[in-house]
């Protein structure tokens, strides 16, 4: 037998966008931690490398 629920009333969850941005909105706490880590971390090393190449660079003309 199929599981068919027509318009009898029944309210269905997926139906609306409400409950389904809840759900999107939804994420493990895990995954919202190391997210925004990951660009944050490359940042930083980059301006370090950045850093270097400008004091390396002053050094050799200042030599």
């Known amino acids: 037998m ?6 009898q009333g ?3 969850p997926s139906g609306s966008t ?3 941005r ?3 909105d ?3 706490a895990g995954r919202q931690q ?4 990951g660009p944050r971390v490359g940042l930083i090393i980059g301006v ?6 400008v004091a390396a660079v002053a050094w ?3 030599k």
């Open 2 to 7: 199929a599981n068919t629920q027509g318009p």
């Open 10 to 12: 029944n309210h269905d």
């Open 18 to 20: 409400q409950m389904f």
């Open 22 to 24: 809840a759900f999107v």
């Open 26 to 28: 939804e994420a493990p």
């Open 34 to 37: 190391q997210a925004p880590s």
């Open 48 to 53: 370090i490398v950045a850093v270097a190449i």
């Open 60 to 62: 050799l003309a200042l």
